[in-house]
Nanobody, 121 residues
Framework: QVQLVESGGGLVHAGGSLSLSCAAS????????MGWFRQAPGKQRELIVS???????YYADSVKGRFTISRDNAKNTVDLQMSSLKPEDTAIYYC???????????????WGQGTQVTVSS
């Protein structure tokens, strides 16, 4: 079994900063991509940022220049630093990791429980 545990989030005023962390644990052989999705009320869950084991990153246009993702491959953790936050960033943020549990296993996606980020205007 693989668990993703998120921490961080909370309430911040517009223009402020917050950070999120996610730690993967359990039966892990290797992790390919780690990333963060978010889901705002009434909207679909969307990918906002990801980082491959190689360090290659992806940023959605909506967060580019404001959010920074980083990863510690040795610790199986991924962090998200969010700055210049806007009310439209308000959402539940979910950590995601694509994990292989053994050398013969296929990669599968796992999710954290989600953490609320609220940006007040």
């Amino acid at each position: 079994q693989v668990q993703l545990v998120e921490s961080g989030g909370g309430l911040v005023h517009a223009g402020g900063s917050l950070s999120l962390s996610c730690a993967a644990s359990g039966s892990i052989f290797s992790i390919d991509t780690m990333g963060w999705f978010r889901q705002a009320p009434g909207k679909q869950r969307e990918l906002i940022v990801s980082i491959a084991s190689s360090g290659n990153t992806y940023y959605a246009d909506s967060v580019k220049g404001r959010f920074t993702i980083s990863r510690d491959n040795a610790k199986n953790t991924v962090d998200l630093q969010m700055s210049s936050l806007k009310p439209e960033d308000t959402a539940i943020y979910y950590c995601n990791a694509v994990v292989r549990r053994s050398s013969t296993d296929s990669y599968r996606a796992y999710w954290g429980q989600g953490t609320q980020v609220t940006v007040s205007s």
